[in-house]
């Protein structure tokens, strides 16, 4: 069996509780699958810049360039509220993200059957809900220059950021939607604001003609942004795929995660094109929750979103399905059993720790697996 090289992340807050259930899953599959995992472990965000002053050294972003897939936690907490803005905590995912050049993140938000009742929404508007955000990732207003506070010298000052999209950025997105709609139910929804920005006008031009020329056969429909927003809350099950802008993406995805019951529960992945060569592609997985400060150290953290990165990590970056099935398959399984973290508990079920929830993932799957 090849090696199949990581680079584990864990970062600040709950990151490192949640990651070390991914390492105890590993260590099992290697043990018992011989899968072959290698794993070197780096600092990024808080933990990063207390050690160096930076929120990821460069020698860590050579192994993260270097790995085969980069596994994150999560970055942040107020311990860093006053450091700097350029080596504040999430610039290390940020840099990440546009030196590993991960333009296509893929968020899929499924309210697993025994999570129907945790939603805020009515359980019959999320039951069996299965939708996939992918976010444009590299470009739009997070990395659009200028991007800069000036001083007006009459006691006033001007902040300005850049919202940019390049055709050849709009089209690659484009084509990762309507690649993975192809195996689901063929629909994609693109979402801008062309009505306020010409972003939103070439945004919109460009996926319709991506669309016309290479994925007539599926169905493609645009909505504003807004509207798009309040829809996810109306009726989300009339989604199949979003594409949208990296903005956009940030706050639809937590509106859409929030349905399935707790951002605890949802992974991502983050996607580079894929090498002409050898046609692998960089790729970083992180859940979609942030730190939780509030609540690190003290076991309460749900793993489940970590656990479910690396589901998508084995079959995004190692071709290794029926894993990433069963893995999933798994998790679905323990929340049938009633197993709960705190963020997912409500009456009648029973509250695990952090650790607790890993074990019972893992034996699950070792169940599923043997
Ligand atoms: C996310 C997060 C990040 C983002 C932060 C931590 C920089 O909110 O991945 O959704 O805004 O992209
Ligand atoms: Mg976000």
């Given at each position: ?102 333009f296509a ?29 992918i976010?444009e990732?590299t470009g ?25 999209y390049d055709t050849f950025e709009i089209e690659r997105i484009t084509r990762v939607a309507f690649d ?8 994609v929804?693109s ?11 070439l945004w919109n031009e460009v996926v319709t003609k991506v669309h016309g020329e290479e994925y ?27 594409v949208?802008d ?27 094109a ?97």
């Amino acid at each position: 069996m090849a090696s199949r090289k990581l680079f584990l992340l864990p970062g600040d807050g709950i990151g490192p509780e949640a990651m070390a259930e991914v390492r105890k899953l590993i260590s099992w599959m290697n043990d018992n699958l011989s899968t072959g995992f290698e794993t070197s472990e780096g600092l990024v965000g808080g933990a990063a810049y207390d050690d160096h002053g930076q929120a990821i050294s460069d020698a860590d972003m050579e192994q993260a360039m270097s790995a085969d897939a980069v596994l994150f936690g999560a970055v942040g907490g107020p311990k860093w509220d006053d450091v700097s803005y350029d080596v504040r905590p999430e610039a290390g995912l940020l840099r990440l993200r546009k030196d590993m050049e991960l333009f296509a993140n893929l968020r899929p938000a499924i309210c697993y059957p025994a999570l129907a009742n945790s939603s805020s929404l009515r359980p019959e508007v999320v039951e069996g809900l299965d939708i996939l955000i992918i976010r444009e990732l590299t470009g739009g207003v997070y990395f659009g220059e200028p991007k800069e506070i000036t001083d007006l010298g009459n006691g006033q000052k001007r902040a300005v950021d850049t919202q940019v999209y390049d055709t050849f950025e709009i089209e690659r997105i484009t084509r990762v939607a309507f690649d993975l709609a192809k195996t689901r139910k063929g629909k994609v929804t693109s979402m801008e604001k062309r009505n306020v920005m010409v972003s939103g006008v070439l945004w919109n031009e460009v996926v319709t003609k991506v669309h016309g020329e290479e994925y007539a056969d599926l169905e493609l429909e645009h909505m504003l942004a807004d509207a798009g927003g309040m829809q996810l809350v109306r009726w989300p099950k009339q989604f199949d795929v979003i594409v949208t802008d990296n903005l956009f993406g940030d706050m639809l995805s937590d509106v859409a995660a929030m349905l399935t019951g707790s951002l605890g529960m949802l992974p991502s992945a983050s996607l580079g094109a894929p090498d002409p060569i050898t046609g692998a592609r960089k790729a970083l997985y992180e859940p979609v929750h942030g730190s939780a400060p509030d609540i690190a150290g003290t076991g309460a953290a749900n793993p489940i979103a970590m656990i479910a990165s690396f589901a998508m990590c084995m079959r995004y970056s190692f071709d290794m399905i029926d894993a990433a099935d069963r893995l999933e398959k798994a998790i679905s399984n323990v929340l049938e059993k009633g197993l709960r973290t705190a963020d997912i508990m409500s009456d009648g079920m029973t509250k695990v720790s952090t650790s607790e929830m890993g074990d019972a993932v893992i034996a699950e799957f070792e169940g599923l697996s043997l």
